[in-house]
């Protein structure tokens, strides 16, 4: 399960040749809610849009029911779920911008966050679903999941999550396979592309985030000072 990433750098955009850059900022680590860009097929042409992480936002989820997750929905089951079904089976895929994504490692005993990027250390992109927000204005939001895969058996993704947890994966998706992924026109041609990326064409690394610096409560003199 990836519940953060490091977005691809505005400068490096142009490594998406066919899809435009983004017109608006985006910050460069990406958490649950965070705005991020996007890239989904509009019509006949492609769009870069602005998009919050997580199919269904924390304000959309009504007060009276507990808040649950969807940074990431399972391939199994996304048909089936409410979250995703919709998105999914109107083939509303996009693909997610990323330099490198984030999980824990329990090797040590304890969790470790480690950075997971390709081996040549260039930019991707990895599968996800969008879906549409109506607002006041008419002028739709848009949020996005990840995508993800089993990935018990592979020799890098498998080492991530606690030991008694199933592995799972993103599905990175190829340059060469970025318009073929929007432009799927079956969900069965869609599953033919949730695959697990070969080992050997990534690297990974500990990356434990730095310490927090403490906050220091303002003295009795500062204190005043502020009255």
Same mark, same amino acid.
């Given at each position: 399960?990836?519940? &953060? =990433?490091?977005?691809?750098? =505005? $400068? %490096?955009?142009? /490594?998406?040749?066919?899809? &435009?850059?983004?017109?608006?900022?985006?910050?460069?680590?990406?958490? %649950?809610?965070?705005?991020? *860009?996007?890239? $989904?097929r509009r019509e006949e042409s492609w769009s870069t849009d602005l998009a919050t992480f997580g199919m269904v936002p924390r304000e959309r989820i009504p007060p009276? +029911?507990? +808040? =649950?997750?969807?940074?990431? *929905? $399972? *391939?199994?089951s996304i048909?089936? %779920? $409410?979250?995703? &079904?919709?998105?999914w089976k109107n083939l509303q895929l996009c693909l997610v911008p990323c330099e490198a994504f984030f999980e824990p490692n329990y090797e040590t005993g304890k969790a470790v966050r480690w950075r997971i990027a390709l081996a040549d250390q260039q930019p991707t992109a990895i599968a996800g679903l969008w879906r549409a927000w109506e607002e006041p204005n008419g002028v739709p939001t848009f949020s996005f999941t990840?995508?993800? +895969?089993? /990935?018990?058996?592979h020799p890098l993704m498998s080492r991530f999550h606690k030991p008694d947890a199933e592995k799972r994966s993103v599905v990175i998706i190829r340059p060469n396979e970025y318009a073929d992924w929007l432009s799927c026109k079956s969900?069965?041609? /869609?599953?033919?592309?949730?695959?697990? =990326?070969? /080992?050997d064409e990534m690297y990974a690394e500990p990356f434990p985030l730095p310490p927090r610096t403490p906050r220091v409560k303002p003295s009795d003199d500062a204190q005043q000072a502020l009255i």
């Open positions: 399960m990836c519940t &953060s =990433y490091e977005t691809n750098e =505005y $400068r %490096k955009f142009e /490594a998406f040749t066919i899809f &435009s850059k983004p017109e608006f900022a985006f910050k460069r680590e990406i958490y %649950k809610d965070y705005p991020a *860009a996007i890239i $989904r009276h +029911v507990k +808040v =649950y997750d969807t940074m990431n *929905a $399972r *391939a199994e048909g089936e %779920k $409410r979250s995703f &079904s919709t998105a990840m995508l993800t +895969v089993n /990935a018990d058996t969900t069965d041609e /869609a599953w033919s592309f949730l695959q697990l =990326y070969p /080992a």
